[in-house]
């Protein structure tokens, strides 16, 4: 296992959401020696993505994913709107260079109770969005969330369920592993030594608070909570994953508000609790 | 897959726990044309047990479980002292003719980050208590629950891990399946019939609101949410199930703040749904 440094972490934008813009995310890694950076679509955006692209380049910041296309279920069925907004992300994520475009696929339709129908949305959405994404070279990048986002956000919700799928779409797509939504799983070793390097696509860390006040806002820095991320990590570079290790905390009651200095400050500070 | 009618239904005390005593839930099945009965150990025990099985069996109740055995994590390792309250509760469970023993069985011990001890520990646990379990005919039913209580609840999370260890422990023991924990679960109709109608002991059911605002205490009334509850009680009676249909709901700002004769009616008028 590596000896993390800063120059390893990179900091989802999502971690300091609320204070930071995309721009100033990236003053704030270089600052603070943080090596990466993967932006959400909406930082992105505000920042306009060939000057967010030329931003990060002149930081020299790697970027470990960009957050995030999929919510195929959006609109009851796979629409081309959705589609087109996915193939927008993928040219987002060519633009800045991102190591892959992370999915959050989308839960249940409005009104629905047909997971099995939404998991059939989500594969087809996927195997689209991977046809166009395969020809500008950008990696996609299923992200399964928590089995307590099932209804609202994912209907993806295992590291094997999500291999499953890359199984049967080959080439190209992959997992992006965050402990917050796996750590639980007592088949995760089993699955990250079936990904393998080429297949772990991105690693991101935050820790689960107990108790957790909140199932989406409750997030806590490295260290805080219960999950044994150093243990997660070693199985997961023991399968020569080499890339970035990102940091992304949804804290609506403690990161949020602190300044996103001191937030950086602590990210670091907590690398021997990764 | 059965008919289903009010005389098909268990009332987990649970469902009424802010408004009713046993004798009171025993009543009150009798009046609602409920067949049967799942008391909490605490209920229990306010009641006493001898009375409980009387009043149980005058009212011509059947008992589909008892709530609940398990807790082995709770003093950081496996100590007499939770043995022993595991060892009253079978007695508890043969005293009113459960059909089986449902086991909540703790989540990581305080301050830990050690899952798989916390699995160790429990499967231990498990083990112990069936030895004696078997020796007075208690069928022990491991309750898997939401993966989001694995750190203060249950470290048992899907119904595949569940049959692992009742795979390892051997007769006697099976699975409680409550919708609420396992409905996201894209490996449930396997494992429903790995597990086959030998180890099926308890089929709970409630449904998973959208959104959810509480991660304990918001549970719906069977139709009120987003779970086939149909689909998943199909592939449990297609291995042969035919038991009570158990109704389990913790809701604080809803079913809680009812009269519990209302409680009863939306139960058994939510037939349909289930």
């Excluded at 080439?171 to 079936?194: E, F, K, M, T």
């Excluded at 689960?208 to 243990?231: C, F, H, K, S």
Aim: glycine share 10%.
């Amino acid at each position: 296992m590596r000896t993390l440094t800063s120059a390893d972490l990179s900091l989802n934008t999502a971690t300091v959401s609320k204070q930071w813009t995309l721009a100033e995310c990236i003053d704030g890694c270089a600052r603070h020696g943080i090596g990466g950076i993967s932006p959400w679509r909406d930082k992105l955006q505000d920042c306009g993505v060939d000057r967010a692209a030329k931003l990060i380049r002149d930081a020299g910041l790697g970027v470990s994913g960009l957050c995030r296309g999929g919510w195929y279920t959006a609109e009851g069925a796979l629409t081309q709107t959705v589609l087109d907004d996915n193939k927008r992300a993928v040219d987002e994520a060519a633009a800045i260079e991102a190591a892959c475009l992370v999915m959050v696929v989308g839960g249940l339709p409005d009104g629905s109770r047909d997971i099995d129908g939404a998991r059939a949305i989500v594969t087809d959405g996927l195997s689209a969005t991977l046809d166009y994404a395969r020809t500008v070279g950008v990696k996609i990048a299923i992200e399964p969330l928590h089995p307590m986002y099932a209804a609202d956000r994912a209907c993806v919700n295992t590291t094997g369920q999500a291999l499953d799928i890359c199984d049967r779409l080959g080439n190209g797509i992959g997992v992006a592993l965050d402990v917050y939504h796996v750590w639980w799983d007592p088949d995760l070793a089993a699955q990250i030594a079936r990904a393998g390097k080429d297949r772990l696509l991105a690693f991101h860390v935050c820790d689960w608070l107990n108790p957790t006040r909140d199932m989406l806002t409750d997030r806590g820095m490295m260290g805080e909570g219960v999950i044994d991320i150093p243990a997660i990590r070693s199985v997961v570079e023991a399968q020569g994953f080499d890339g970035l290790v990102e940091v992304e905390i949804f804290s609506a009651e403690d990161w949020w508000t602190r300044p996103a200095d001191e937030v950086l400050a602590a990210m670091t500070g907590a690398l021997p609790s990764i």
